[in-house]
């Protein structure tokens, strides 16, 4: 039996679709009351719990054999995020504690690679150290922070890996991620304002793909980047337009000025509820190093991800369908 934590998440429900797809049982941890909808109709065992709550995680561990804990806090806004500290560091050492007690075969621990170094240059990989003290954003340092837990755990007798996905995209997106949010908005015929930049994104289904792979074939306390492919922001806007067939007005945005308008973003968002897109994190997370390997992966995993307009057709088709669903009701 495998335990996936957050398996109502993104990448939580494609991971459980490719375990099922692999014959394996499933039970998904979801907090008390969550929005499941992503997981409706697939046959496996739901268990409430929280990764903050000790005695639900004990529960929820009885019988497993593997874990993969992807449950997690994603915020691309500026300042301190206590629950996000409480659910990625807190909540880790939780589980850690609850699989070393239960005696789990093995964990993989979905990181991210913004957990790693910003300060590195040349070519990103494995090399690169975790860095709890990331100036870059809140979510960095305690994803830094729980996976300099999770290779502690390894060095107490815990059996785990650790996977670093680099920014994730693909279909089965019910939660609409920052990602996903800005795609779709794509898929309006109207002018948008973007700014230059690139970043390396790789499909949701690869993300699964590699850890499942890095639970079978990963070595114990090692790290693997799962990337994909360095594409710019532009490229992929058209990449979106060309699936569906029409386009519209792209309006650049001086980088200056976009980091001038990121003083006010915030505010707007956390006043009228909207999904994050354009924030200092995001501005310079497309200015950043895009320049990441996945070799390691590769050679020691057999990961091999698809190529970015596959993911992108696929995505389109996933969001147009959903919408279509959504008329006909």
């Given at each position: 039996m495998i335990l996936v934590t957050g398996a109502a998440g993104h990448i939580g429900n494609v991971l459980v679709r490719e375990l099922l797809k692999d014959g394996e049982k499933v039970r998904a941890l979801v907090l008390p009351g969550e929005d499941i909808s992503s997981l409706h109709g697939l046959k496996i065992e739901i268990c409430e719990g929280n990764v903050l709550d000790p005695v639900s995680l004990e529960r929820a561990l009885r019988g497993i054999d593997y874990v993969y804990h992807l449950a997690g806090v994603i915020s691309i806004m500026p300042g301190q995020n206590e629950l996000m500290r409480r659910v990625n560091v807190d909540g880790t050492l939780n589980v850690l504690a609850a699989a070393k007690k239960a005696r789990v075969k093995r964990m993989v621990y979905t990181s991210s690679i913004h957990a790693l170094s910003r300060d590195w240059k040349g070519k990103i990989d494995e090399k690169v150290p975790f860095d709890p003290c990331n100036q870059a954003g809140e979510y960095d340092r305690t994803k830094a922070q729980a996976s300099l837990a999770v290779l502690q755990a390894v060095k107490e007798g815990l059996d785990a890996v650790i996977v670093c996905p680099t920014g994730v995209i693909g279909p089965y997106d019910y939660r609409d991620s920052?990602?996903?949010?800005?795609?779709?908005?794509?898929?309006r015929k109207r002018p948008h304002l973007l700014i230059e930049g690139a970043y390396d994104f790789v499909d949701v289904r690869d993300v699964a793909r590699g850890q499942i792979l890095a639970c079978r074939n990963g070595r114990k306390g090692e790290v693997y980047i799962l990337s994909g492919r360095s594409i710019k922001i532009m490229q992929m806007k058209q990449m979106v337009q060309d699936v569906i067939g029409r386009h519209s007005l792209t309006i650049k945005v001086p980088t200056w000025l976009a980091k001038f308008g990121c003083a006010f973003t915030p505010w707007y968002y956390r006043l009228f509820g909207k999904i994050p897109k354009f924030t200092k994190y995001s501005i310079e997370t497309v200015q950043s190093n895009s320049d990441i390997s996945h070799k390691k992966a590769k050679k020691e995993l057999g990961?091999?991800?698809?190529?970015?307009?596959e993911t992108i057709a696929d995505t389109v088709h996933w969001w147009l369908a959903r919408a279509e669903q959504g008329r006909s009701r």
């Amino acid at each position: 039996m495998i335990l996936v934590t957050g398996a109502a998440g993104h990448i939580g429900n494609v991971l459980v679709r490719e375990l099922l797809k692999d014959g394996e049982k499933v039970r998904a941890l979801v907090l008390p009351g969550e929005d499941i909808s992503s997981l409706h109709g697939l046959k496996i065992e739901i268990c409430e719990g929280n990764v903050l709550d000790p005695v639900s995680l004990e529960r929820a561990l009885r019988g497993i054999d593997y874990v993969y804990h992807l449950a997690g806090v994603i915020s691309i806004m500026p300042g301190q995020n206590e629950l996000m500290r409480r659910v990625n560091v807190d909540g880790t050492l939780n589980v850690l504690a609850a699989a070393k007690k239960a005696r789990v075969k093995r964990m993989v621990y979905t990181s991210s690679i913004h957990a790693l170094s910003r300060d590195w240059k040349g070519k990103i990989d494995e090399k690169v150290p975790f860095d709890p003290c990331n100036q870059a954003g809140e979510y960095d340092r305690t994803k830094a922070q729980a996976s300099l837990a999770v290779l502690q755990a390894v060095k107490e007798g815990l059996d785990a890996v650790i996977v670093c996905p680099t920014g994730v995209i693909g279909p089965y997106d019910y939660r609409d991620s920052e990602m996903g949010s800005l795609l779709r908005t794509w898929l309006r015929k109207r002018p948008h304002l973007l700014i230059e930049g690139a970043y390396d994104f790789v499909d949701v289904r690869d993300v699964a793909r590699g850890q499942i792979l890095a639970c079978r074939n990963g070595r114990k306390g090692e790290v693997y980047i799962l990337s994909g492919r360095s594409i710019k922001i532009m490229q992929m806007k058209q990449m979106v337009q060309d699936v569906i067939g029409r386009h519209s007005l792209t309006i650049k945005v001086p980088t200056w000025l976009a980091k001038f308008g990121c003083a006010f973003t915030p505010w707007y968002y956390r006043l009228f509820g909207k999904i994050p897109k354009f924030t200092k994190y995001s501005i310079e997370t497309v200015q950043s190093n895009s320049d990441i390997s996945h070799k390691k992966a590769k050679k020691e995993l057999g990961y091999n991800p698809r190529e970015m307009l596959e993911t992108i057709a696929d995505t389109v088709h996933w969001w147009l369908a959903r919408a279509e669903q959504g008329r006909s009701r």
